[in-house]
């Protein structure tokens, strides 16, 4: 009679040992109900796994089908995007694996960075020198929100107030922005050309191509090849294209760093391959000499994917520059104007150290 | 009776993951819609800025071109502009520029003293010269290269014998029929002249008044004319019918009046553009004329003259623009 009292409490305590040795109708609820529980414990690892493999299945399923909707799938831009993106972040060797190997290598070539930076160049003979005395002091930043990125864009009326800022360091190391900024005593900078390392860690030590600081040679000095520079001359006139130290000396550039692709010429857009969307830096000038400074951000930064090089074109000239070029962009993208970082660099540690960059010098 | 329970079970398993299955391939559809839209977006938001920075710029060359030289006109589709240049020995010179980049294309030299510089088509210039006082020439130049039509073709019509004053105000040109109407203003009163395949020119049968504009539909079939008669500016269809004959001496043609106090506006393809004019004789609104009857286009805010109103080749309207197809220099 107390098992009928407490039979449901019994049964979580009875064991087979105690229905073995018999018992009433009213016995057989608790072993019942017993042999339902075990029942259940049984299950549970069964059930796990089930659901483990369910959801195993539905991971790999997830990879497969996002592969074949991104590379085969009706979104014609997303896939641009993800080739031109991974090609331009140097891991275009994704693409196959990501692509399950269906993407063929011919697609992959044709979306390959270029190893030129330059796209159009004008002759030395048909640049006519400007010298840029009476400009204002003045210097604006200005946000522009596209549906990808959001720019800072900083327009220094003085285009003689700009220089080419290199790492004290050169040789071991280069600086972030605001290192550089803070040595010059300058007020603003941007990040500038392209650079190497010998250790492949990407923290700036050697600057690529032809660099020049106030008329002095830092890299390039014996050499005559032409480079994609982006200088201005003793004037203040902003000069973009594939120029040799000889042709820049001629051109009385005395500030210059190596990067490109030109991007605005003689008012007009270059067409330049299309490179995906990243945080990019940009620098431009006006037919009034006003110096038109641009970074984005990207790479999921707020949301935002990154600006493509017709997105910095598109700015340029809304900013009515007649010259713009492309500078080092991605991680290295930086702005620092009046003591405080204008952009959040993409790197999670912040600024990237680099070996150049373009800075504006107080009044 | 295991088989049984495992059957149930493998249905289940199946059946969550094909629902995971398909959450998923729904959210990633929607995922990959929204980043191929955005992406879409700011490509299409980039070129249409791009387009209109050189829009912009554009203008601007024109309105500098205007501040320096005569003769400034632009190209149907906006891509080139004209400009006239004398040197010091009385020869004149017309430029072609590219308006993107205020680069000179081509230009047409050793011209006589140019009164009229209007467009054929995009890829040629119609340009009217001064031989002599009286002594009138319709020349053509191709864009690409301004080689001129007096040294590609036998000959160019030569308006002879006409006042000393006289003067190339208006061309209009059928590219089907290929038939030319040149306005000639001379000693006050104006002549319409019909330019033949063999350059041959035979003034036109007009209705009597002092005719201001003239424009001819895409076919040949019909020639408008803004015309002063009894103190109104009327618009006249000018069209020839059995009738009348054009192995006449004067090029015959029937007229009818298509609307008392209007200004001839232009012909975009077979469409005729007029504007009603108020007392002060400007134009208050845009019509266009279709076969279903007459369409108001714009009632304009402020009254304009008619010579300050555009009708592009799409239709639309522009008030004051910086320039036009044609000019008189």
């Known amino acids: 009679m107390r098992i009928g009292v407490n039979g449901v409490a019994f049964s979580f305590v009875f064991t087979p040992e105690s229905r073995m040795q018999g018992g009433t109708a009213l016995d057989r609820r608790p072993h019942r109900t017993a042999r339902v529980h075990e029942s259940e414990a049984k299950e549970k690892p069964k059930r796990r796994r089930g659901w483990l493999g369910v959801i195993v299945a539905t991971a790999l399923y997830a990879f497969v089908s996002s592969s074949l909707l991104v590379f085969h799938g009706p979104f014609p831009a997303l896939r641009t995007y993800v080739i031109d993106t991974l090609d331009e972040t140097r891991h275009g060797y994704l693409l196959r694996p990501l692509s399950l190997y269906t993407l063929p290598e011919s697609v992959i070539a044709d979306h390959a960075l270029s190893g030129s930076l330059v796209s159009d160049t004008l002759p030395i003979s048909d640049i006519v020198s400007r010298d840029f005395n009476n400009a204002d002091n003045s210097i604006h930043l200005y946000t522009y929100h596209g549906n990808t990125f959001t720019a800072y864009i900083l327009v220094v009326d003085n285009p003689k107030r700009v220089r080419v800022a290199v790492t004290k360091y050169i040789g071991q190391r280069g600086e972030t922005v605001p290192q550089l900024v803070q040595d010059t005593g300058a007020v603003a900078g941007i990040n500038g050309g392209a650079f190497a390392d010998s250790n492949q860690q990407g923290t700036g030590a050697l600057p690529l191509g032809i660099t020049m600081v106030d008329g002095r040679v830092i890299t390039g000095a014996d050499s005559t090849a032409k480079y994609p520079e982006i200088g201005f001359t003793s004037g203040g006139q902003m000069i973009a294209g594939d120029y040799s130290l000889a042709d820049l000396e001629k051109l009385h550039v005395t500030q210059a760093l190596s990067f490109g692709p030109v991007l605005v010429l003689n008012g007009q857009p270059v067409q330049v391959p299309d490179q995906g969307l990243n945080p990019r830096t940009a620098i431009g000038q006006t037919a009034d000499g006003k110096v038109i400074m641009v970074v984005t951000d990207g790479r999921g930064q707020f949301g935002h994917l990154g600006a493509s090089m017709a997105d910095i074109t598109a700015i340029m000239l809304q900013y009515h520059a007649v010259i713009a070029a492309d500078l080092d962009g991605g991680s290295s993208t930086t702005m620092v104007y009046d003591g405080r970082m204008v952009n959040t660099p993409v790197d999670l540690t912040g600024a990237r150290s680099v070996a150049t960059a373009f800075v504006v010098m107080p009044n | ?329």
């Open chain 2, 1 to 329: 009776m295991s088989q049984v329970e495992q059957k149930p079970r493998g249905r289940r398993v199946g059946r969550r993951f094909l629902a995971l299955a398909a959450l998923c391939t729904a959210c990633e559809s929607l995922f990959f819609y929204h980043l191929n839209h955005l992406l879409v977006s700011q490509q299409t938001a980039s070129q249409r800025e791009i387009q209109a920075a050189l829009h912009r710029r554009a203008q601007l060359e024109l309105l500098q071109l205007k501040r320096e030289y005569a003769g400034v006109t632009v190209s149907p589709n906006g891509e080139y502009a004209t400009y006239v240049t004398s040197d010091s020995s009385g020869w004149d010179t017309v430029h072609v520029v590219q308006l993107d980049t205020g680069t000179q294309v081509s230009e047409a030299t050793d011209l006589y003293p140019v009164q009229y510089v209007d467009w054929l088509g995009n890829a040629e210039v119609f340009v009217g010269e001064e031989r002599s006082p009286g002594n009138l020439e319709l020349n053509t130049f191709y864009v690409s290269n301004g080689l001129q039509a007096d040294e590609t073709a036998a000959s160019v019509p030569v308006f002879s014998n006409l006042s000393p004053d006289a003067r190339i105000v208006k061309v209009t040109y059928s590219t089907e029929t290929n038939d030319i109407f040149v306005l000639i203003e001379a000693g006050g009163s104006s002549e319409v002249y019909h330019v033949g395949t063999m350059e041959t020119i035979q003034p036109v049968t007009v209705p009597p008044g002092y005719i201001k504009n003239i424009a001819m539909t895409e076919t040949g079939d019909n020639l408008y004319l803004e015309i002063n008669q009894g103190g109104q500016w009327n618009v006249v269809r000018l069209y020839q019918t059995p009738q009348t004959s054009s192995y006449t001496p004067e090029f015959q043609m029937d007229w009818q009046l298509v609307k008392s106090n209007a200004a001839l506006l232009g012909v975009v393809g077979n469409t005729l553009y007029y504007g009603t004019v108020n007392a002060g004789g400007l134009v208050t609104a845009v019509y266009r004329q279709t076969s279903g009857g007459d369409q108001l286009v714009r009632q304009l805010a402020q009254p304009a003259l008619a010579s300050e109103i555009a009708i592009s080749s799409s239709g639309s309207i522009a008030l004051n623009p910086p320039a036009m197809t044609n000019v008189e220099v």
